[in-house]
């Protein structure tokens, strides 16, 4: 198994960060509201943030995302990059 660990620098040097920069609990928590799933330190950018400016900017609907982007690196080969879909179902 290939052993990563979370690198917030890949995130806080990509140029969204200024503009959708956040934690990746924080966004966890607008489909799970109470709940604190992350470690507060793992820095995101919050994907749905930005593409509410994008689509208020070209006035269009807004287009799905992968709700969130982490940073992390192979502890062997480096940074890489990993995207994070939150699901969720609400069950009556």
Do not use: W
Not at 54 to 70: C, G, H, Q, S, Y
């Amino acid at each position: 198994m290939q052993q990563v660990t979370v690198n917030n620098k890949l995130i806080e040097n990509h140029r969204l960060y200024r503009e959708c920069g956040s934690t990746l609990n924080d966004v966890s928590k607008r489909d799970y509201r109470g709940k604190n799933y992350f470690n507060n330190t793992i820095k995101c950018l919050d994907t749905d943030r930005y593409e509410n400016k994008l689509a208020a900017n070209e006035k269009r609907d807004k287009r799905p995302t992968v709700d969130a982007v982490i940073g992390i690196s192979d502890i062997k080969k480096g940074m890489i990059s990993q995207y994070i879909r939150l699901t969720h179902s609400t069950t009556p």
